[in-house]
RNA sequence: GCCGAUGUGGCUCAGUGGCAGAGCAGCUGAUUCGUAAUCAGCAGGUCGCCGGUUCGAAUCCGGCCAUCGGCUCCA
């Protein structure tokens, strides 16, 4: 007899051999019917799994991320298997659980449509409801080889050649197919409830360029119907948020055909774009950042010099200007160490502080267009700081707590990432080394978790980046902190040091918003186009009910104007529902209703775009409220 | 850049070989109304662009451009 605790502290005792479903089954039925996976020992185990040994079990459903992921991966499985039916020369690549689904990558000679979906699904729902058990097998390597060579599964073949010599090579099979696979899986085709196929894409085997590209397949699933229609649902109403969607509605931004790439604010866009300028400027001058503009298009010379002739040249854009060359400027940088370069600086001086809202181009490939989230030309709001080597962990912490002061005030939540030294890069492996530790270390001490992005650096240095998510789960870099030791040489920057000798400062790269474009996309996202009333380009709309109290209006009008609140009046002969609906579908946060009442009483009926109506109150009243408001930037 | 899909008025979309349509938005007029759409009329299109097939192309074919979803790459 075998001893199996549990998670609660119940101890039983089972006969050897017992499988992990079958003890799941001696506790409870309706655990047994919802369980996907069991971990056993602390690790996930197949409920098929015949148990020999003692060890703690828990038992976990679809409610539990990590069954999730194993009942996606099935789900994966099951399309596999539906597609090698129906086109059987397909050949199989990797099909993982995500996020929120699966996908399986394929190579095929049918090209896959949305329109074999519906055929697709049929067969894997006739695969689900043959409830075929799901079966591990262990096989040795050469066995492996053996299998998957006859069945000309040339992928499956690639990974095993690639598997360390250690590692156990199973497969799982489901009636008629077998696929290589770690696992583990839930224990029959059965226990799958509800798929569905979702999108189709093209992806390089093993993510390089260099490799062919296969046909993958994008699905989801769920145990429950209702669990795909919430799913559905919500996918929806997040492609309502979409920014690119909600900056032509709310009349913000727009990229046009004639500027891919180059997107055009318009004037709602260019208020909140000001705001939060205005806010950069306060907070960068209160932490002792002072502001310069370099020029957009400097010498070929200088780029050569500072390496981006050499690293960065399929980026950049070109021009001549009486027959010299010349680039526009993708990066802030050069024209920053020129800047330094104009004085010579003291110790005394250091850090300085150099910040610049930085117009700058890329050249992005096309197929990476997208909305204000990923543009051919961006303001970055940049800084360069200048500072001794032991100044280094201070300044990052410095400007970690900067990044956490603006981020916090939008309600976002983001994740960090440090990156490390790329293949294409300039300088030794020690000065990368010594600037990684720096960021790692003051990641650290700022008790930061953080994911490290191998080989993801810039090609001056490494860095930290700051990730926020859009409204349909995509991240997007936005902070960034890199530190570099081979600008300032390349530059030959110096200061002069107590000793009096020159000395060659460090220096950091940073941004806070990162790009105000796709900061403002990221934004306009998070709040689904309901900025905060310091940021709304349009913070109240006064609606008269009749012509009778337009004079009326048109006082509070003044009145608000006088106080710089962003205020418009809605006088058209249009019914006050009418205009309040107008008004809503625009996000403007207070709607004020001005009747015969309030015209008598010199007060507004007051209307919040999320709370509803408020009731009337003197004018005086709302004006302190929302000054308050605007004045705190409450979200 | 690569794979797939899409492109019809400002927006959302119908039209799949035979006279370019609807709703919303816009304009004009009427209406003066109390918390999410008042009524009527008018105007608005090189059907992404270029070429081909055809008596005839928004529709079929080819090329290009852009967009969308991914891949790769990055703020």
Same mark, same amino acid.
């Given at each position: 007899?075998?001893?199996?605790? #549990? ?8 006969? %050897?051999? $017992?499988?992990? /479903?079958?003890?799941?089954?001696? &506790? @409870? ?118 299998? #998957? ?8 073949? %690639?990974? $095993?050649?690639? /598997?360390?010599?250690?590692?156990? &090579? @199973? ?465």
């Amino acid at each position: 007899m075998l001893k199996i605790e #549990f998670k609660n502290g119940d101890q039983r005792e089972y006969p %050897e051999g $017992i499988t992990l /479903l079958q003890v799941a089954e001696e &506790i @409870s039925t309706k655990m047994a019917k919802n369980a996907v996976v069991a971990v056993f020992n602390g690790e996930l185990a197949d409920l098929n799994t015949r148990v020999q040994e003692d060890g703690s079990l828990e038992i976990i459903g679809f409610e539990d991320e990590r069954a999730r992921s194993v009942y996606r991966h099935s789900s994966a499985h099951v399309l596999a298997q539906a597609v090698k039916r129906l086109w059987p020369d397909t050949k199989l690549a990797i099909g993982p659980s995500i996020d929120k689904g699966f996908y399986y990558d394929f190579d095929s000679s049918h090209t896959f449509t949305p329109d074999d979906f519906k055929l697709i699904e049929d067969e894997m729902n006739k695969i689900i409801d043959a409830d075929y058990p799901i079966i591990r097998k262990e096989l040795n390597r050469d066995d492996a080889l053996k299998f #998957f060579a006859e069945r000309n599964e040339v992928y499956k073949v %690639e990974l $095993i050649e690639e /598997l360390p010599e250690e590692a156990v &090579i @199973s497969v799982y099979q489901q009636g008629e197919f077998v696929d290589l696979c770690a696992g583990p899986h839930v224990p029959s085709t059965g226990r799958l409830k509800v798929i569905k196929l979702t999108s189709l894409a093209g992806a390089y085997w093993r993510g390089s360029e260099d490799n062919k590209m296969l046909q993958r397949i994008y699905g989801t699933s769920f145990p429950q119907k209702a669990m795909l229609d919430d799913y559905l649902h919500k996918l929806e109403e997040a492609k309502k948020r979409d920014h690119r969607r909600l900056g032509r509605e709310l009349g913000l931004f727009v990229v046009l055909e004639e500027g891919p790439g180059f997107p055009f604010f318009l004037p709602k866009g260019m208020i909140i774009r000001n705001e939060l300028e205005k806010f950069w400027r306060e907070e960068h001058r209160k932490a002792g950042y002072h502001e310069i503009r370099t020029p957009i298009i400097l010498s070929r010379d200088l780029w050569e010099k500072s390496g981006h002739w050499e690293h960065y040249k399929e980026n950049m854009y070109f021009t001549k200007i009486d027959e010299q060359d010349y680039a526009i400027k993708p990066m802030n940088c050069p024209g920053g160490m020129l800047v330094y370069k104009q004085n010579l600086h003291s110790y005394r001086e250091l850090p300085l502080r150099t910040a610049e809202m930085g117009l700058v181009h890329r050249h992005e490939l096309s197929g990476v267009l997208h909305g204000l989230m990923r543009v051919r030309a961006f303001t970055q709001d940049d800084a360069h700081i200048f500072m001794l080597p032991e100044q280094i962990i201070d300044e990052i912490k410095g400007v970690i707590d900067l990044v956490d002061r603006f981020y916090s005030l939008f309600g976002f939540t983001y994740h960090v990432e440090l990156s490390t030294k790329p293949e294409k890069a300039m300088g030794s492996d020690e000065i990368w080394e010594m600037a990684t530790k720096a960021l790692a270390r003051a990641l650290e001490e700022k008790g930061l978790d953080y994911k490290v992005n191998e080989g993801d650096g810039a090609f001056y240095g490494p860095k930290i980046d700051f990730h926020l998510r859009d409204s349909l789960d995509r991240t997007w870099q936005c902070g960034t902190i890199q530190l570099d030791f081979l600008m300032p040489e390349k530059f030959d920057l110096t200061y002069i040091g107590e000793d009096g000798g020159k000395h060659r400062p460090v220096m950091l790269h940073r941004v806070i918003y990162g790009s105000i474009e796709r900061f403002i996309g990221i934004l306009t996202e998070h709040f689904g186009g309901a900025f905060p009333t310091w940021l709304a380009p349009v913070q109240v709309r006064i609606l008269p009910i009749t012509e009778r109290q337009h004079d009326y209006g048109r006082k509070v009008l003044r009145e608000l104007e006088n106080e710089d609140i962003r205020v418009e009046i809605d006088d058209r002969s249009e019914k006050v529902g009418y205009k309040i609906r107008e008004g809503q579908m625009q996000r403007i946060p207070y709607l004020l209703i001005v009747g015969d009442r309030e015209a008598e009483q010199g007060s507004v009926a007051v209307r919040h775009r999320k709370q509803g109506d408020l009731g009337p109150r003197p004018l005086q009243e709302f004006k302190v409220m929302i000054k308050e408001e605007i004045a705190g930037k409450v979200i």
